[in-house]
């Protein structure tokens, strides 16, 4: 897993630096950033999809019900703080 990812990211730096000397320095740009979004979000997001086929669609808990509470009230805290200041 990690040689292809190395492979997998020497071909990245590899296009955008050809790019880049071909005067498109944006391009290679949004190609860094980008394959990078890819990469971290499909590795994130299609585990959590294919757990979530296997059990026929339940929700999955990453955290305890005590948990959950504290981090809502830090939320709704943030949200008045923000809001505040906003209104300022």
């Known amino acids: ?18 790019v880049a000397r071909d005067g498109f320095g944006d391009m290679a740009v949004s190609n860094a950033i980008g394959s990078n979004v890819f990469d971290i979000n499909l ?19 990453l955290l305890t019900p005590n948990e959950q509470v504290k981090i809502e009230i830090s939320a709704v805290l943030a949200q008045s703080c923000l809001t505040s200041f906003a209104a300022a």
């Open 43 to 61: 590795g994130i997001g299609l585990p959590f999809v294919i757990r979530t086929l296997i059990d026929n669609m339940e929700p999955i808990y």
């Open 1 to 18: 897993m990690i040689l292809h990812k190395l492979v997998i990211s020497f071909q990245d730096a590899l296009s955008s630096i050809i």
